[in-house]
């Protein structure tokens, strides 16, 4: 578990940043930062608390666009230039959205920070999606060993 690796004293930490790389690609975008909770077991190991709240925000004046939400599809890169072009254009049939961060965004897929990344329009997510909370906790032993689901993991 490469969290357990990279944080093992007990104790809190807020707005944890470093998900996208412990090699856990769906946290890159989805969970991107979350607060964590580590506190003894009692036998020698730990317990990990993952909490945060899942939601779509957008950034004041956002004049660089560096509120966009989106996935990384690295095999886009990989796909024939009219194949690109095309899955772009019926991406942008689908319309444009008004960001409340002051620009104009539709679905397509960008190469970004070297990323190809399928963005979704922000206005477009905060209005179709349901913000959640995240709660997910796991114990590591005190000889490392993570458990797995049904033997006392938990998720909401």
């Known amino acids: 578990m490469k969290i357990a690796s990279a944080y093992k004293r007990p104790g809190r930490y807020k707005e944890v940043k470093r998900a996208y790389a412990w090699g856990i690609p769906d946290m890159r975008n989805s969970l991107g930062t979350f607060d964590l909770e580590i506190t003894?077991?009692?036998?020698?190991?730990?317990?990990?608390?993952?909490?945060?709240?899942?939601?779509?925000?957008?950034m004041e004046n956002d004049k660089w666009q560096r509120g966009r939400h989106g996935f990384q599809v690295s095999f886009f890169g990989s796909l024939p230039a009219l194949a690109q072009r095309s899955t772009n254009a019926a991406l942008a049939a689908l319309g444009t959205w008004q960001n409340p961060g002051g620009f104009s965004e539709k679905f397509e897929v960008k190469k970004l920070t070297g990323d190809w990344t399928l963005l979704?329009?922000?206005?477009?997510l905060a209005d179709s999606g349901v913000d959640f909370a995240v709660h997910s906790t796991f114990r590591v032993s005190g000889e490392g060993n993570v458990e797995q689901d049904g033997e006392g993991l938990s998720h909401e």
């Open 40 to 58: 003894g077991d009692g036998s020698g190991g730990k317990v990990y608390t993952v909490t945060d709240r899942y939601s779509f925000p957008y």
């Open 120 to 124: 979704i329009p922000q206005q477009f």
